[in-house]
């Protein structure tokens, strides 16, 4: 396995929590169930991704822009979660909050599967991918 099909299969996890808590109503357990695993989720992969992927990168040229920029919207990503705890979750402005979260999520992970995995690709040997990847995964089986 390499760095992008590990990262890849926790976007798919996290693009299916977010379609799931976005079809929540209200201060119901399933929301309040779905938002804290998301939160989890979000985060956990954010540092595994930061450590284990963005930082290698840092020192290419090519790609330090990228990576800085990747690490700008994981702090966009946990403001939004951040709103989302200080706000009512059976208020209007709670979904309102959740669907933005989505959206900025969704193009973040857009943003690294189309442009910063072929440029990283690129920059990677097929073994620093597969490295990359058992050191990120194994980050991730620690810490879930």
């Known amino acids: 396995m390499t760095i992008y099909e590990a990262i890849?299969?926790?976007?798919?996890?996290q693009r299916d929590m977010?379609?799931?808590?976005?079809?929540?109503?209200?201060?119901?357990?399933?929301?309040k169930q779905l938002f804290k695993a998301l939160r989890k989720e979000l985060t956990l992969h954010a540092n595994a991704e930061e450590r284990h992927?963005?930082?290698?990168?840092?020192?290419?040229?090519?790609?330090?822009?990228?990576?800085?920029?990747?690490?700008?919207e994981h702090h966009e990503i946990d403001e939004l979660i951040e709103q989302l705890e200080e706000t009512e979750m059976d208020s209007p402005g709670w979904l309102k909050i959740a669907k933005n979260l989505?959206?900025?999520?969704?193009?973040?992970l857009e943003d690294e599967e189309?442009?910063?995995?072929?440029?990283?690709?690129?920059?990677?040997?097929?073994?620093q991918k597969k490295d990359l990847a058992d050191k990120y995964n194994s980050y991730m089986k620690d810490h879930r």
């Open 8 to 13: 890849r299969r926790d976007h798919d996890i």
């Open 18 to 31: 977010l379609d799931k808590l976005v079809n929540t109503s209200g201060k119901t357990t399933e929301r």
């Open 53 to 72: 992927f963005y930082k290698p990168l840092i020192p290419k040229d090519m790609m330090q822009e990228h990576a800085r920029h990747g690490i700008a």
């Open 102 to 108: 989505k959206e900025k999520v969704e193009h973040h």
């Open 114 to 127: 189309h442009t910063f995995f072929q440029l990283s690709g690129k920059v990677l040997s097929e073994e």
